[in-house]
């Protein structure tokens, strides 16, 4: 079982910056591939990003690409988002998603985090 903590959401303006941050315990972090979901209000939940067990893969949407970086810090046992240049149809609660490798999180994680809202205003 793996459980997986989200912080650092919250208000912002457009073209605002964030970092969020997932923490994550009971498994090995190493041999775990690690994403970011998201899912605004009437939408179904949708990928963002991931990151493979050690970070040599990342993928992006297209949505996000060139704004938004997924990282890893095995060694907290920790995966960031940051989110730069953020636009008002980024507003959406936030996941953290976990795998045993970046093919399962992309499609179809295993473990979810309960979420962190972010709110963009124009």
């Known amino acids: 079982q793996v459980q997986l903590v989200e912080s650092g959401g919250g208000l912002v303006q457009a073209g605002a910056s964030l970092r969020l941050s997932c923490a994550a315990s009971?498994?090995?972090?190493?041999?775990?591939?690690m994403g970011w979901f998201r899912q605004a209000p009437g939408k179904e939940r949708e990928f963002v990003a991931a990151i493979s067990r050690g970070a040599t893969i990342t993928y992006y949407a297209d949505s996000v690409k060139g704004r938004f970086t997924i990282s890893r810090d095995n060694a907290k046992n920790t995966v960031y988002l940051r989110m730069n240049s953020l636009k008002p149809e980024d507003t959406a609660v936030y996941f953290c998603?976990?795998?045993?490798?970046?093919?399962?999180?992309?499609?179809?994680?295993?473990?979810w985090g309960q979420g962190t809202q972010v709110t963009v205003s124009s």
């Open positions: 009971g498994r090995p972090f190493a041999s775990t591939a």
């Open positions: 998603a976990a795998g045993t490798s970046i093919g399962v999180v992309t499609t179809g994680p295993e473990y």
